[in-house]
């Protein structure tokens, strides 16, 4: 056999393994019945569509893009995959390594941590259970979380990071989680509860902080007596078809066997206690996968138009150009309305862009921190 023919069959192999391996985080973490009185009221459909299939993008576009990547990942401030759509056209791409221990090639399909990204998720939940009837956003967080010492703080506080409760990452572990074990929702909450009252700023100015969603995703768990994981699963991902898709539990598989790493600079990110918290981050998808997701809100599969139009509502300014949502980021370039959210946590950065005004969006997903953040604005104007 050939060293060209050695190659190929090598290339075959790890793709062979890499599927197996998604497989088994799959199946690990989707194992054991859904729990809680929500169970058998969830939709479980699929779009059923595999948008590998659609055309590609005007030559002109395809180049524009193609071009952007190829500078991106020479200039070393780039690894890793890309989509981008444009009515019913697309290109998908990938540069560099998904694990540079293995010199495993990225691959379109690979499953990325989706860090800060997942806040979208946890906004649609919410605004999801406020559509069901089991709460409004409007509600004191008191009224959900009995146990929280805060009692003048809205679920629209949280969802807006408007709250002025401290961000978890910035505080000690709380009492009984080592360094080698993982932190809960509930760990949240009680490390938030010990703070003393200087640790607090005053309700209604934007000043982003992951406990607002780690506080989210408990009160799903609270109300739905779901873990929230299941929840997610089974009201956002399964309606969607996002096979894939889903939220890490590194206690049921680790962090070091997921064939995508997280890197600074090729250096390999190890655990760490704050992987255990969920609604601030977790979310595993792929690019594909990704693209369902905005279908699916292009319909009324998870969410009906006024809790839509309410979720991409500017709650808060945070910057002269820029406001957040419920769950979202939003701004207006060149006369469009785009709804986002960016995303960094422990070598992945990711960005999720979608247009309301046209039939557009993009997804780009890195494992290498390096360099500078990606220019968003002229990611928009790759789809011009």
Request: hydrophobic share 40%.
């Given at each position: 056999?050939?060293?060209?023919?050695?190659?190929?069959?090598?290339?075959?192999?790890?793709?062979?393994?890499?599927?197996?391996?998604?497989?088994?985080?799959?199946?690990?973490?989707?194992?054991?019945?859904?729990?809680?009185?929500?169970?058998?009221?969830?939709?479980?459909?699929?779009?059923?569509?595999?948008?590998?299939?659609?055309?590609?993008?005007?030559?002109?576009?395809?180049?524009?893009?193609?071009?952007?990547?190829?500078?991106?990942?020479?200039?070393?401030?780039?690894?890793?995959?890309?989509?981008?759509?444009?009515?019913?056209?697309?290109?998908?791409?990938?540069?560099?390594?998904?694990?540079?221990?293995?010199?495993?090639?990225?691959?379109?399909?690979?499953?990325?941590?989706?860090?800060?990204?997942?806040?979208?998720?946890?906004?649609?939940?919410?605004?999801?259970?406020?559509?069901?009837?089991?709460?409004?956003?409007?509600?004191?967080?008191?009224?959900?979380?009995?146990?929280?010492?805060?009692?003048?703080?809205?679920?629209?506080?949280?969802?807006?990071?408007?709250?002025?409760?401290?961000?978890?990452?910035?505080?000690?572990?709380?009492?009984?989680?080592?360094?080698?074990?993982h932190m809960r929702n509930e760990d949240v909450l009680r490390l938030i509860n010990d703070q003393s009252y200087r640790?607090?700023?005053?309700?209604?100015?934007?000043?982003?902080?992951?406990?607002?969603?780690?506080?989210?995703?408990?009160?799903?768990?609270?109300?739905?007596?779901?873990?929230?994981?299941?929840?997610?699963?089974?009201?956002?991902?399964?309606?969607?078809?996002?096979?894939?898709?889903?939220?890490?539990?590194?206690?049921?598989?680790?962090?070091?066997?997921?064939?995508?790493?997280?890197?600074?600079?090729?250096?390999?990110?190890?655990?760490?206690?704050?992987?255990?918290?969920?609604?601030?981050?977790?979310?595993?998808?792929?690019?594909?996968?990704?693209?369902?997701?905005?279908?699916?809100?292009?319909?009324?599969?998870?969410?009906?138009?006024?809790?839509?139009?309410?979720?991409?509502?500017?709650?808060?300014?945070?910057?002269?150009?820029?406001?957040?949502?419920?769950?979202?980021?939003?701004?207006?370039?060149?006369?469009?309305?785009?709804?986002?959210?960016?995303?960094?946590?422990?070598?992945?950065?990711?960005?999720?862009?979608?247009?309301?005004?046209?039939?557009?969006?993009?997804?780009?997903?890195?494992?290498?921190?390096?360099?500078?953040?990606?220019?968003?604005?002229?990611?928009?104007?790759?789809?011009?």
């Amino acid at each position: 056999m050939g060293a060209r023919s050695r190659a190929i069959v090598f290339l075959d192999f790890m793709r062979f393994w890499r599927f197996i391996a998604v497989s088994i985080i799959v199946g690990t973490l989707h194992c054991g019945s859904t729990r809680g009185p929500l169970a058998s009221s969830i939709a479980e459909s699929s779009m059923g569509h595999d948008f590998r299939q659609n055309p590609s993008l005007d030559t002109s576009c395809v180049h524009r893009i193609d071009s952007f990547f190829n500078a991106v990942y020479r200039s070393g401030i780039f690894n890793g995959t890309y989509l981008f759509f444009r009515n019913d056209s697309l290109i998908q791409g990938a540069r560099g390594f998904s694990n540079f221990g293995a010199r495993q090639l990225a691959e379109p399909n690979d499953l990325f941590q989706l860090a800060s990204v997942s806040k979208t998720f946890t906004g649609v939940s919410i605004m999801k259970m406020q559509q069901d009837g089991l709460l409004n956003i409007n509600d004191s967080v008191h009224w959900h979380l009995p146990d929280f010492r805060r009692r003048n703080l809205t679920l629209r506080h949280l969802l807006s990071h408007t709250s002025g409760l401290p961000d978890y990452f910035n505080l000690a572990l709380p009492s009984g989680v080592t360094p080698s074990q993982h932190m809960r929702n509930e760990d949240v909450l009680r490390l938030i509860n010990d703070q003393s009252y200087r640790m607090f700023a005053r309700p209604g100015s934007y000043d982003y902080s992951n406990t607002n969603y780690a506080l989210l995703a408990l009160i799903v768990e609270r109300k739905t007596g779901m873990d929230f994981r299941e929840y997610a699963r089974e009201a956002i991902f399964k309606p969607a078809g996002m096979r894939y898709t889903h939220i890490c539990n590194y206690d049921s598989f680790p962090l070091v066997r997921y064939p995508v790493q997280g890197y600074k600079s090729g250096q390999v990110y190890d655990d760490l206690p704050h992987n255990g918290t969920t609604g601030d981050k977790g979310v595993y998808s792929n690019v594909y996968e990704m693209l369902l997701f905005d279908r699916a809100l292009r319909t009324d599969l998870i969410l009906h138009a006024d809790a839509k139009n309410a979720m991409f509502t500017p709650q808060v300014a945070t910057s002269s150009e820029a406001h957040y949502g419920l769950g979202w980021r939003m701004r207006v370039i060149d006369g469009k309305k785009w709804v986002f959210h960016n995303g960094w946590w422990k070598g992945f950065r990711t960005y999720f862009w979608r247009c309301l005004s046209e039939d557009k969006m993009f997804c780009v997903l890195t494992n290498n921190v390096r360099g500078s953040f990606l220019p968003t604005i002229e990611l928009v104007h790759l789809l011009d």
